[in-house]
């Protein structure tokens, strides 16, 4: 058989490499993007074996965008001004483009679009800064939660990772961190106290659905 010696010989029983093709994962931030950071941090460990192929920005100039430039991560702040589906058809056609295997809501503070929600159902997570049902729904962010936390005499708080559906905070819970209130608890240092369980919690979770195959 006659063949060029430098092209590669295509045969069922030649051995090959065994090629692995990394999940993505896109990031959807409307702050500081430390919960960003800390998945970027994860991959680059290794604990996430993923890369994240976009950041979706609500707004631009926030610190997360910030820490994507750093990262060579692409990011996208789709516009809002026009009707709410043209603003689900700007994020609809980011997605296709970026092809998310899961989608992190690291402090998004926009509604997702129920399109996106229906186009990946149990593909969606979330983040939030209370043990969820508690404290959670429309209003409670930031460091209102933490407050309403307080304010309720609770003696533990926490964060919890679940599935996006259509209602706020409403979805499958996946996993929970929980913290002690003390009785001298303000609302800055519960949120502290809380982001730092955040950081650990989240990628913890992502690698749970990305690393099993
Ligand atoms: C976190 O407390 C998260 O739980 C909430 O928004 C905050 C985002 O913080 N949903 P950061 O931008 O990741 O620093």
Redesign the pocket.
Known sequence: MNYHPSLPIFSPNRPTRNISILKNIVVF????????QAIIDSIEKGDIEAKISGLIASRSGIG?IERANYHNIPHYVPSDEGSESSFSELLISKLVEWSPDLIVL??FLKKIPSEVIEIYRNRIIN???SLLPKFGGKGF??KRVHKAVIDAGETESG?TVHFVNEHYDKGDIIRQQRVRVSHDETPETL?QK??KE?HKLLPNVIAEILNKN
């Open positions: 931030a409307s702050g500081s993007g430390s919960n960003f997360a690291a402090g983040i939030h800064p962010y930031g964060c949120a809380v982001l955040e």
